[in-house]
């Protein structure tokens, strides 16, 4: 069996970043594995611009930034197989994986599982009503537009104010679609502010908050929709159904970790993120398998991806060659008030007195609130924060010493009226 | 002008006039199927439990009861011949108190008249079987000869067959209108087909009455029930074993909650009246099915759920299949209102049905008949992987993560006979896109791969029927 010391399954952002910084921190044997013909992940089919202003200063567009990081790759000459999938990993750090010149086991040191997301489907939302052809996620429909030059549609209704969501109704109307509108079941939008303003306001498309699609309708192509309102429970508002007459119903109602792999292997599900539980390492809970980008929880923007990533292939580098110092104290974080989820899961601190970053989102619309670490109800670290939400995820470091000997600690977000 | 004279025309590509077809192939027969989708298997064979009863369940002596009985057993024969994934997991109906041990016991009855063998079990035993039951249940009736199958790899396999056995079949051909001419029937196609027969079969499914009503008054009037299923991805390996059906009461048959060939589960059907066409899902459907589905197991992983369908059955007024030869108009043979247990009784009415017309029609064996089609290249260990890899190179080439599939295992599909030309046809034979992301991957390279191997411009592809092309206008 041929060894490995760090293999990367996926080469997106997250896949790429942690190899360059895998390769930087001192691990040269690095083996990336990408499933798709190219590098560059799902970043290969974001045509407009807004990536890379906060890790590179400078606007580019997917493309671009995914070229960005590839040629990075490539000048430290680190391997990558394209058109391979990954079939199975394991507690033994075996990785086997499949492409057109065979099947594969090879054993690593470690391994970083940067897989991506997932879109979430209509019948993951129990959309009621027929099955025509004429439902699509947005991610999808944006493949078929950007990579293959094909509209699905032109008159196209939006589920869901997700960014993916927002950024097609802008690109489908330039393509000379017409968007009716997009439905978002919450009171607010769960795209970034700039998204709002640039694809919908500019284009005059309306949003909808609190309302849904309530039923697809068309026996064999989509021929229209019905739209409700909803409570503040998100319930549908009996009879306030208005039929939309429409041929493509584009869903941007959320992306979720790919984690089928992790599972399999045997890793601990965290059912919050639908991702890993991982430590302040970004290990799972197998030691040597680590957990990064979209792959583990869902970010706001690609520049995160790539942040966090740098880290994560750090965290790998410093296994493979041993440099871990001895773990002292080892505690639990858990999710309380207001906060939907919080990550690493667990926090094992050394003596070397590393900060500890912490990710987390809010559950509601916050306008001012206070971030509260807390130890048996005790605050031992708080900031405050204005205009929390969901959308945005928080991040901040805190002192390792303040951590030392603790066996737990809670996350809570109090809203500050 | 002359039209060209079969011996057989069937009426409907779904599991029954499949399984007439290639059980009419071992004859010396030019038959012809005629299907007015784009893909066989596409009403309610290609949505329904999957589920081959053993046949304790049917009222004795009626048609239901013997074709069940028989055909459950024809499915090891045929798994070994045509790959269809039949699994004989054996079926519990569950008893929740003493009123259902009494009922359970009538049906125990009932199979032993029906030639069915089951056996009554308790709870320490049922929890052995399945630990995940809720915790009310009490009693079961365990049918050990049930088992489970691939609907959609059945019918396509017993097409590819019968096709391969020059049995002939043209799909997009909806009849619309059948005259009976001195001994022999000419068949109209919306596509202006014209086709004459001598046996005309109609195996048109919940069109039955409606295709009969064009040579004679129906003795039968299809009363279509719809039923409406939830769909789980694979989130453990043993959450149940087998499919669990709930004990009948006066309020009906209640809920299934199974298992798929594929390791996927489901919870369904619903039972409601409905039109012919309408397969769509309600939300009080949903809400039902949830809840009727915790009575049987303790817990339900709905974030796990990945599609929610309908399939519309055939039922009838007299609550039977009908199968026989029309005795007014010879060569008429009606076999429709193939309700529940159809799937189970299908290839013995196959069988059966192409007796009767070897009789009629004074059939020839077909010495060259073939019951097995080209195996699956499937790969069950990596070993297997890596010599269908070496045949080609493609086996290796994944295109769907979720299912694993390969680029090569699509290819060897669409180059059957009968085989695939839309991304539905690929998703029901193969999985690419029946799994978690729902194609969301995996779909535009699907429609690529088709496009490329029937030689298509990509935004000719469709999804299903005609009509139904996924690309449709080229950006600027």
Known sequence: ???????????????????????????????????????????????????????????????????????????????YLLDSLVLEINKNLEVVYSNSFGVNKIKAKAIICALGCNERTFSQIFIPGDRPKGVYTAGLAQKYLNIDGYLVGKNVYILGSGDIGLIMARRMTLEGANVIGVSEIMPYSNGLNRNIVQCLNDFNIPLYLKTTVSKIVGNKVLEGIEISDVDDKQNIILNTNRFIKCDTLLLSVGLYPFNTLLNKAGC??????????IDNNFETTIEGIFTTGNGLHVHDLVDFVSEESFIVGKKAAELILNLRNDVISELNVNNKDNVSYVLPNTIKLTNNNEEVYFYLRVRKKINKGKIKILNNNKIIYSFIKMYLEPSEMIKFKIESNLLINLKEIDVEIEEIK | MKKELYDVIIIGAG????????????????????????????????????????????KPNTLKAKFNVIGAKMFDKINDELDVNYIKTGTLTIGFNNDDLITLKSLKERGEINGVETSIIGKDELFKLEPNLNKNVLYGLYAKEAGIVNPFLLVSGLIENALENNIDLKLNSEVIKIEKIMDFYR?????????????????????????TSFIEKPKFKITPRKGQYILFDHFDDHFINRPLFMCPTKMGKGVLVSKTTSNNYYIGPTNEASSLDD???????????????????????????????????????????????????????????????????????????SNLIQNRLNLKINENYNPYIRKYPKFNNYEKLKDLININPLYGKFICRCEKVSEGMIIDMIHRKGGPTTVKGIKKRLRAGFGRCQGTFCQEEVIKILSRELNIPIDEVNYSDLGTNILKYRSK
């Open chain 1, 268 to 277: 601990k599900k965290n059912s919050l993120t639908n991702g890993a539980l």
């Open chain 2, 187 to 211: 068949v109209f196609t919306k596509d202006k087909g014209i086709y004459e027969t001598k046996v005309l079969v109609n195996a048109s499914g919940r069109n039955g009455d409606y295709i």
């Open chain 2, 15 to 58: 599991v029954i006039g499949a399984s007439i077809a290639r059980f009419l192939s071992r004859f010396n027969v030019k038959c012809l199927i005629l299907e007015k989708h784009n893909d066989v298997g596409e009403e309610a064979s290609g949505a329904n439990s999957a589920i081959v009863h053993s046949g304790y369940d049917p």
């Open chain 1, 1 to 79: 069996m041929e060894n490995v010391s760090l293999v990367i399954i996926g080469g997106g952002s997250a896949g790429l970043a942690s190899a360059i910084s895998a390769y930087d921190n001192g691990v040269k044997d690095i083996l990336v594995i990408e499933r798709s013909h190219e590098l560059g992940g799902i970043l290969n089919q974001c045509i407009h611009s807004g990536f890379g202003l906060s890790l590179l200063k400078e606007e580019l567009t997917g493309p671009e930034y995914a070229h960005h990081f590839i040629n990075e790759l490539k000048k430290r000459n680190i391997k």
């Open chain 2, 279 to 353: 397969v769509s899902t309600t939300k009080e459907g949903f809400d039902y099915l949830k809840k009727e589905s915790l009575k049987l197991i303790n817990n339900l992983p709905i974030k796990d759920a990945i599609r929610e369908f309908s399939g519309v059955r055939a039922n009838n007024n007299i609550d039977d299949f009908i199968i026989e030869e029309s005795n007014l108009n010879e060569g008429f043979f009606n076999v429709s209102s193939i309700m529940s247990p159809g799937l189970a009784s299908s290839l013995a009415i196959g069988e059966y049905v």
